[in-house]
């Protein structure tokens, strides 16, 4: 049995009408139903809160895999962080896991329509520094930035707050995650069997 853990803020934990939810751990669980997925994701939560915990909450579960779902907070301008602290805040965390446990997401799209506080442009730096972060160390990347915006109907994706996932977002983030859980997983297999 495997812990695959999900660490990220409010998406990841499924939030949704004001709570919670098992949205996405539900999503993950049922395709890998002989390991145990954990999720530790806290909403509003940025790169900042995830490495003051890092100790408490992850390395003592263990992990064989952590999921890292942050960015929607960390690129609002408001209380901001800059591109180059978001990256040394993920290194720290990749580094003390270890970079063949890890799956790494850009930040999501998020309507800067409607969120005026989280501008394209920033979306795009954070965005970049996470394809950058994910090519230097080798990591198992997902780039849900572009392939939320791709879609012509991006909108569907998020609920009418403009950041939250809608059930069509987290079966889009489900159709993402589940082969890299499995390609990362084989890896680590590859390697215990060499």
Do not use: C
Request: charged share 20%.
């Amino acid at each position: 049995m495997k812990k695959i853990v999900l660490f990220g803020d409010s998406i990841f934990a499924g939030y949704s009408d004001g709570k919670m939810t098992d949205a996405l751990t539900d999503r993950i669980s049922k395709h890998f139903p002989h390991d145990k997925i954990i999720n530790l994701s806290i909403p509003g939560y940025k790169t900042s809160n995830a490495v003051s915990n890092i100790d408490q909450n992850i390395l003592n579960l263990h992990p064989d895999l952590l999921i890292l779902g942050f960015g929607a907070n960390d690129i609002s301008t408001t209380d901001e962080i800059k591109p180059g602290k978001f990256a040394s805040n993920l290194s720290t965390i990749i580094d003390a896991v270890g970079k063949d446990k890890i799956v790494l997401l850009s930040p999501p799209y998020t309507d800067w329509h409607r969120l005026p506080n989280h501008p394209w442009t920033r979306q795009l730096q954070f965005d970049l520094v996470t394809e950058h972060l994910g090519k230097e160390l080798n990591l198992t990347y997902i780039d849900l930035l572009h392939e939320m915006s791709k879609s012509a109907e991006v909108q569907n994706f998020l609920q009418t707050d403009g950041l939250h996932f809608t059930s069509k977002g987290y079966n889009l983030l489900e159709e993402l995650l589940v082969p890299k859980i499995k390609l990362t997983l084989a890896k680590q297999s590859e390697l215990v069997s060499n």
